[in-house]
Structure formats: structure tokens, C-alpha cells
């Protein structure tokens, strides 16, 4: 080779939230096994983020490899305008028999992102299909993260969503303080008041209320109680704006239930899943719906919902979802999440005793220790690969989303180095 590798990702690869050219601290991957990165130089690391919620079968999985095997012999992709598959056919089926009742239609879409972009367009065209052209904003929680395209970003948290950046093209939403009643615990009216108040202020132009039901995730790792989701959907209702519940990294039983609504029985009129879809595999995404919704977009003008991206319903990616879905489902993968979480409730616990730690909590296969300060990552990523874990910190928040399959001994060197690594690297000021 007549280059440096590294150097031309250095300079010529743009990473997640990252810059060119400048010394940033990579860890070259050479494979992936179950539980385990391996990297270039032969170092194993184990993985706790689960490549971002999404790798819930581990990585190299025998079953999900021959389904793309299967379909790659097949086709890869063919376009969904006027064409239909198998995958898509048989992947939608599952999808609306496994979500709540009344979600009835998929739209298959590429990333999160766009399957929140979706969502936000057909609430706006479940209201302009009634020749109602005033509701077309938003109502979002503080805290909250739904993607980095221009509308997900839109109902993103105002202060930490980048929205002082883009201020100028981003469409206006409004906020409402974030549950402060925990999860477990009843919803406090406190919690509501001010989403009935920005609703009786706002609703004749508001389409829907999106959050994430239960764990709002990037925006801050909050639990929150489920009776909120019981008392935003009465509120919805009450005012006439629809209800989106963002379960792109909730969704697939991360939280202990198959989707994070059911902790509430409480169904949304759009529903967002992504990341975990296809066992982390490929990009795939969906929006679901109500018929109330599909219905009404589908006789209003113009009669069609106006979104159609080229790779659609992929069929790799489909089948991939699809052979994910089904080993999930027939896995005990509620043992498997109450185990993770009484493992991360007992090995987590000790890190409360640390200066620098302000709150330690778990829900499901979600383990979470908020620090009181910023952790320097330049340091701290070093360190943990040190200890020999996959572990992505970002702000004050250390967390851990294994996959379902980590065994007792790999949950316990992974919170282990979570303890030593905060006690030796991060100092309380
Ligand atoms: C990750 C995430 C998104 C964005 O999904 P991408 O696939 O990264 O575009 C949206 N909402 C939530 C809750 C997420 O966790």
C-alpha cells in the first residue's frame, strides 16, 4: 500500500460529529464476533454500546449472515415505485402484528432521521388532506433527540440540538419541560401542566406532540414515567393534534418491553423505528400508522403520501429485519433483559460511592452513570480500550446498551472498567 491508512481517514473521512485533519483518536476494526471487536492490531475489546442500540443479536451472527446470504443470491435491491418482495411483504406483516393494534401501515425509510422526517410530513398531511392548512408545527420535550436532518432537528432539545447553529433554517417548534417523575413512579400533575398549556395556547397550529417514549436517549439518557404517555395521549386527543412516539432506540426490548409504549398501553397515531430493526445489519428505518391516518391521507388531496426514497424497502435490508425480528422474538430475550438489568443495578451501584458521580440508574439493558462534569474524551476513550471495552461516552453521561446475548462475565468487565475507569481518569472537578 502506498499509503498510510489512517492518514487518509484522518484527512479525508468526516466521522460522527467529527473534524478533518485534526488528531482524533481512532481504533481501526479488523471484526466483529458476538460480544467482541477485534481491532487491526489484534486488541479485543467488548462491545457495551451495541454500535449505538442497534447490534441487539451480537455481531456475526450465524442466522442473520445466511438470510442475507439467501436474499443476496436473490436480489439486493430493486426500486418499491410499482415493484413489490417478499422481504417487504413479509417484514410489514410481522411489524404490524408485533407493534400495538391499531398501527396498521409501514413506510419503509433509510435512517431514523427520515423516518422522523416522515412522520412530521404525513401528521402535516393528515390535517391538509382535511383542507387544514394552519397545522403544521410541532410540540417536542426538552431533552429530546429525533435525528440531525433539518426537521428531526427541529424537535431536538433547543440548547444542547445544535439550534443556536442553525437558527436561522431551522422551523420554529415548541418545548415543553421533560417528565421530572421517574420511571416507576406515578406521573406528577406538575409534569403535564405544561403541555396542556402550550396546547391550549398552540393546538390550531400544531399537527402532533413527538417524544420518546419512556428513555429520551442522546438528549440525556432520562427515564421517565410511563403515565406521561397516558396523560399525553388524553391531552392529544383533548386538543385534536396527533401523537408520534420516537421508539428508534427504545423499540426491540431494550427497556424490558417489546416497545417502550407498552410500559403505558398507550398506542401512538405515528410510531418510529430504526436502529435495532435490523440487528444493526444495514440502515433500514419505518414509520408506522393508524388507519385513521392512512386513510385520511389516502382520500385527501392529493391522495398520496408525498415520500419516496430510491432505496425503499430495500430488500437486503428487509430481510435482514426481517430474520432479526424472528430470532428476537423467539429468543427469551425478557430473561435476557432482566438479567442485564440486575447485572448493571448490582455492578453499577459501587460507582455512587465516587466523588465525581452524580447518578447512577438502569432500565432494562440500559445502564447509565451521569457524572458531574464532562468527561475529557481524548482521555477517557484511551482508557476504556485500556481496560479492554467498547465504551462511547458523550458529555457527563458514561452508559452501556449491550447486546442481549452479553454473557454474566463480559457484563462484569464492563462495569468493572466503568468503576476503575471513572475513580483513576475522571477527576470531581
Ligand atoms: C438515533 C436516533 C434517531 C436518528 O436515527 P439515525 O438512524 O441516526 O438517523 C432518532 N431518534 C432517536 C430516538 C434516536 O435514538
Redesign the pocket.
Known amino acids: 500500500m502506498s499509503y498510510n491508512p489512517l492518514d487518509i481517514d484522518r484527512n479525508h473521512i468526516w466521522h460522527p460529529y467529527s473534524a478533518i485533519g485534526k488528531q482524533q483518536t481512532l481504533f481501526h476494526v479488523d471484526s466483529a464476533e458476538a460480544c467482541t471487536l477485534t481491532l487491526k492490531d489484534g486488541t479485543t475489546l467488548i462491545d457495551g454500546m451495541s454500535s449505538?442500540?442497534s447490534v441487539i443479536h451480537g455481531y456475526n451472527h450465524p442466522i442473520l449472515n445466511e438470510a442475507l446470504k439467501n436474499q443476496i443470491d436473490k436480489m439486493s435491491h430493486v426500486m418499491f415505485g410499482g415493484l413489490t418482495h417478499d422481504p417487504a411483504i413479509h417484514l410489514t406483516k410481522l411489524l404490524v402484528d408485533i407493534t400495538p393494534t391499531d398501527l396498521q401501515t409501514v413506510f419503509f425509510a433509510?435512517?431514523?432521521?427520515?423516518?422522523?422526517e416522515v412522520a412530521m410530513k404525513m401528521a402535516i398531511q393528515y390535517w391538509t388532506s382535511q383542507g387544514n392548512m394552519n397545522k403544521q408545527g410541532f410540540i417536542a420535550l426538552e431533552h429530546?433527540?429525533?435525528?440531525?436532518?433539518f426537521a428531526?432537528m427541529s424537535v431536538c432539545d433547543p440548547i444542547n440540538g445544535m439550534h443556536s447553529l442553525f437558527a436561522n433554517a431551522i422551523m420554529k417548534q415548541h418545548f415543553v419541560p421533560a417528565p421530572i417523575s421517574g420511571f416507576g413512579k406515578p406521573c406528577e400533575q406538575q409534569d403535564v401542566i405544561a403541555l396542556r398549556e402550550c396546547l391550549e395556547q398552540h393546538h390550531e397550529t400544531v399537527a402532533a406532540i413527538i417524544l420518546?417514549p419512556v428513555v429520551?436517549?442522546?438528549?440525556g439518557m432520562r427515564f421517565y414515567s410511563a403515565e406521561y404517555l397516558t396523560q399525553a395521549r388524553s391531552l392529544a386527543d383533548e386538543f385534536g393534534v396527533l401523537l408520534i412516539f420516537?421508539?428508534?432506540?427504545?423499540g426491540f426490548g431494550r427497556t424490558g418491553k417489546l416497545f417502550a409504549c407498552e410500559h403505558a398501553n398507550v398506542t401512538p397515531d405515528i410510531l418510529?423505528l430504526?436502529?435495532a430493526l435490523t440487528g444493526g445489519y444495514m440502515?433500514l428505518?419505518a414509520t408506522l400508522t393508524t388507519e385513521k391516518v392512512s386513510q385520511c391521507i389516502s382520500q385527501g388531496n392529493p391522495g398520496v403520501f408525498m415520500h419516496g426514497p430510491t432505496f425503499m424497502g430495500n430488500p437486503l435490508a428487509c430481510s435482514a429485519a426481517l430474520a432479526s425480528t424472528q430470532l428476537l422474538l423467539a429468543s427469551p430475550w425478557q430473561e435476557n433483559i432482566s438479567r442485564i438489568e440486575q447485572k448493571l443495578k448490582t455492578n453499577l451501584a459501587v460507582c455512587r460511592t465516587l466523588e465525581s458521580v452524580a447518578d447512577v440508574r438502569v432500565l432494562g439493558a440500559i445502564g447509565v452513570v451521569e457524572l458531574k462534569h464532562a468527561v475529557d474524551m481524548s482521555v477517557i476513550q484511551q482508557c476504556f480500550v485500556d481496560q479492554g471495552v467498547w465504551i462511547r461516552p458523550f458529555g457527563k453521561l458514561v452508559y452501556v446498551m449491550p447486546p442481549f446475548i452479553m454473557t454474566d462475565v463480559e457484563l462484569d468487565k464492563l462495569c468493572g472498567a466503568i468503576y476503575t475507569v471513572i475513580k483513576d481518569h475522571h477527576k470531581p472537578n
Open positions: 449505538w442500540w433509510d435512517s431514523g432521521s427520515v423516518t422522523v429530546g433527540y429525533h435525528g440531525d436532518t428531526a420518546e429520551q436517549g442522546a438528549g420516537d421508539e428508534i432506540a427504545t418510529c430504526g436502529k440502515t428505518a
